[in-house]
C-alpha cells in the first residue's frame, strides 16, 4: 500500500516536473508563433537561447512518467494508450515536430530556416492541447472499461466542451509559464524592451487562463461531475490555496516582481496537478481503474523505487548543475560590455 | 493492410529509423570524448576542429533520436496494448532505468552542446564521460528488455495469472549477455565506420588537410577495434539459439526438416513451398559444427514445430547472410587499412580502392544493424513475447491504424530528407581558420554557422 502511494506520489511529481518544465518551453513555442513587429526577431532568438540547453532534459520528464506507468500500472497505461489513441497519436507528432524543427531551424539557412520555425512554433501548441484534452478525458471520467476492454469511442472523451476548454487551458498555461521565464531570461540579456513585451504577453495570457478556469468550473458539475464532488469533497482547500497562489503570481507579475511571480506561477501549476491528483483519489483512472487494482506487484514496485531512489541521486544533481550553468548573463554579453566601457567613459 | 500487418509496419519502420540515431548515439560520444582528449592533452586545434564538427552533427543526431524514440516509448502502448498489460509488471523496469540513463545524457548533452563558453575546457570535456556512459547503459537496458521477448524469465503463469514477479531476474534473463553485447560492439562497429566513411569520402576527393586524416585514423581505430569482438560475439550469439530459440535458428539457416549433420546454406532464395533454398551455397556439415561443435549434431528443422509457431524464413535467412557477409567485409577492410597504416610507418594509407571499401563499410555496418533487427524481431514471429504471447494477440483494438502508419511514415522520410541535407551541408562548410585556445573555448567554432 504505503509503497504503491509513494511509486504514485513520484510519478504525479514527475507529471507535474514535465508540466512546468516541459510547458514553458512549449510556451517558448507559442510565443515564438505570436512574435511580430520589429521586436520579432529578438523575441525569437530569445526564446531560442532559453530553450537550446534544457529542452531534451525537460522533455525526458514525460519518458519517465511512460515508462513509470508502464512499470507501477501496467493495465492503467493499456486502458489510456488504446482509450486515448488519437489525442496521444497528435501529442506524439507534435513532440516530434517540435524537437526535430527547432534543431532543424537552429542548422539551416535563412529561408528554410524560416519554415521550420514555422513548423516548430505551430508544433509548440499542438502537444499541449492534445494532452489537455486527453487529461480532460481521464479526469471526466469518460474512459469506460468492460470486462477489461476499453469501451470508449475514438474521438469520444477527449471532444467534449469540458475536454476542449481544458485543452485550451493548457495551452494559455504553457503561455504563462514560457512568458514568465523568458522575463528573466531578457533581464540577463539586459533587453529591457523584451522585458516588458513578455510581461504583457504573460498578463494577457494569464488572463485568458483565468477566463477558461471559469469555464472549466461552471462546466464541471455537468461533464465532470466526479472530479467537481472530488473537488468539494477533498480538494478544496488545496483549490483555494491554488487560485490564492495564481492571483499572488499575477499580483507580483503586476508589480515587477518577476523573480517572485515566476516562483509563484510554477507553484500555481504544480498545485492546479495536485488538486486533480487528489480531486479523482483513489482512482488511477475514473471510475474504470482505481490506484490499488492497477498497480504492480511489491516485488516490482519495490524494485523500481530502489531503482528511482538511486537514479534521482544521480539525476537531480545532474539536472540542477545543467540550470545553474546556464543561470545568468550569457558570457558574450560580459565580453561585448568589457569591450563597450571604454567608449561610454569618453563621453 | 491487415490492422496486425499495418501495426508491425509502423512498429518495425519507427525502429529502424531510431536505431540508426541510437547507434550513433551509443557510438559518438565515445569518439567526442577520446578526440577532445586528444585536443586538450596535446593542444592541437586539429583534434579540436574535429570535435567540434562531431558535436553539431551529433546536435542533430540526438535531438531526432529522442523524438524518434519518444515515438516508439508511446507506440508500445498505442500499438501492442496487450503487451504493455502483460509485461509491464515484468520488464518495466529497465524501461525505467533507461529513463534515467537517457535523462543523464540530455542533462550532460545540454551541458556539453551549449557549455563551451561557460565552462572550463576540462570541465567540458568531463561532460563527455557522462554522455557515452550512459548511452551505453541506455541500449543496455533496452535491449535487456528486447531479450526478455526473446526468452522470458522472472516469472510463472499459473491459473492464467502471472505471479512470482522477479524483475531483476527478467532483465538478466537467458538472452541478455548475448543480445545487449551484440548491440553495443554494433553500435561501436557502425559509428566508426560510419564516420570512418564520411573523411574517405573527403580524401578521395583530394581533401590534404591532416584534418581529415585524423578524423579518418580515430574512426577506424574504434570500427577496427570492436569488429573482431563483435563476430566473435555474433557467434556465441547465434549458437545460443539452439538452445533458446531453435525455431529462430532454424529459420535463420534455413532448416526446414530437422536432421543430423546439418549443411550450411549461404545466401539463395528461401522457398517456402518446396522447403529448399535455391542458389545457396551449401558447405556440409558445417552448421552442426558451428552450433554444437560436433559434424554429426542433431539440428532442429521448422518441422518441429506446429505450422502456427513457425516463424517464416524467407527474410530472416537473407537478412541474417547479409548482416555477417557486412560484418565480415567490415573486418576485412579494417585489418587491411591498420596493415598498411603500420607497415608504411605509420602513414594514413591513400589507396583509393582501399578508401572506396571504407566508403561501403560505412554504411553496410549500419545496413547490418538493421539486419540483425529483422532476424531477431522476425526469428521470433508469431510471438510478441516467445511462446507466452502471440502477435496477434497483443494488437491493438483501434481502428485506422492504416492512416496512422502513414503518417509516420511521411514523417520519417521528411525528418531523414532535411537531416541528410543538413548533415552535407555541415561537411561542405569551409574548416575554421582559428587557433588553438579560441577553438578550445568560444561559443562557435567561426565560420559559416549559427
Known sequence: MTLTYAILIILWLSLIAYAVLGGADFGGGIWDFFAFGKEAERQRSLIGQALGPVWEANHVWLIFLIVGLFTAFPPAFSILSTALFVPFTLAVIGIVLRGAAFIFRANSEAVTSKVWGRVFSTASTITPFFFGTAAAAVASGQVHVQGGRVQTDLLAGWTTPFALTIGALALSLCAVLAAVNLIIEAQHNNDAELVEAFRRRAMIAGAITLVLDAVAFILSPFQAPLLWHGLLDHALPLAIATALIGLGAATSLFLRRYRLARVLAFTTTALIFASWGLSQFPYLVPVAVTINTAASPPSTLLALLISTSIGMALLLPSLWFLFHVFRGKHPALNVQEKAAEPTSTQH | MSDLLDARAQMGTS?????????????????????????????????????????????????????????????????????????????????????????????????????????????????????????????????????????????????????????LQAILNPSTPYETSHMLLAAYVATGFG??????????????ETYYRKGLLLAMALGAIAIPFQIFDGDLSARSLADLQPAKLAAVEGVFHTEKGAPIQIGGIVDDKTGQIRFAIEIPNLLSILARGDPHAT?????????????????????????????????????????????????????????????????????????????????????????????????????????????????????AITLTVLLLRLARSPLPKQEWPVLASSSDEGVGTK
Open chain 2, 195 to 208: 564516420v570512418a566513411a564520411v573523411y574517405a569520402i573527403q580524401i578521395l576527393r583530394g581533401k590534404r
Open chain 2, 299 to 415: 539440428i532442429i528443422g521448422l518441422d518441429k514445430f506446429a505450422p502456427q509457431d513457425q516463424p517464416d524464413p524467407f527474410f530472416v535467412h537473407p537478412s541474417f547472410d547479409g548482416m555477417v557477409g557486412s560484418g565480415f567485409f567490415a573486418l576485412f577492410i579494417g585489418g587491411v587499412f591498420w596493415l598498411l597504416y603500420f607497415r608504411r610507418k605509420r602513414v594514413v594509407p591513400e589507396n583509393r580502392l582501399l578508401l572506396w571499401g571504407i566508403v561501403l563499410s560505412g554504411p553496410l555496418s549500419f545496413v547490418a544493424i538493421e539486419l540483425g533487427w529483422v532476424v531477431t524481431e522476425l526469428g521470433r514471429q508469431p510471438w510478441i513475447i516467445y511462446n507466452i504471447l502471440r502477435t496477434s494477440d497483443a494488437v491493438t483494438t483501434a481502428p485506422g491504424l492504416g492512416v496512422s502508419f502513414a503518417i509516420f511514415s511521411g514523417i520519417y522520410v521528411v525528418l
Open chain 2, 15 to 167: 525502429l529502424a529509423f531510431h536505431i540508426i540515431f541510437a547507434s550513433l548515439g551509443v557510438g559518438l560520444p565515445l569518439l567526442l570524448c577520446i578526440a577532445e582528449g586528444l585536443a586538450l592533452w596535446h593542444k592541437d586545434s586539429g583534434w579540436m576542429t574535429l570535435t567540434r564538427r562531431w558535436t553539431k552533427a551529433f546536435a542533430l543526431l540526438f535531438a531526432i533520436g529522442a523524438v524518434s524514440g519518444t515515438i516508439l516509448s508511446f507506440e508500445i502502448g498505442l500499438l501492442w496494448p496487450t503487451f504493455t498489460k502483460f509485461s509491464g509488471s515484468i520488464i518495466g523496469l529497465p524501461f525505467a532505468l533507461e529513463g534515467f540513463a537517457f535523462f543523464i545524457e540530455a542533462i550532460f548533452l545540454g551541458l556539453y552542446l551549449y557549455g563551451w563558453e561557460r565552462l572550463s575546457p576540462r570541465a567540458h570535456w568531463l561532460c563527455s564521460f557522462p554522455l557515452w556512459i550512459s548511452g551505453a547503459f541506455s541500449a543496455w537496458f533496452i535491449v535487456s528488455a528486447n531479450s526478455w521477448m526473446n526468452t522470458p524469465a522472472g516469472f510463472q503463469i499459473k491459473h492464467g495469472q502471472v505471479t512470482g514477479i522477479n524483475p
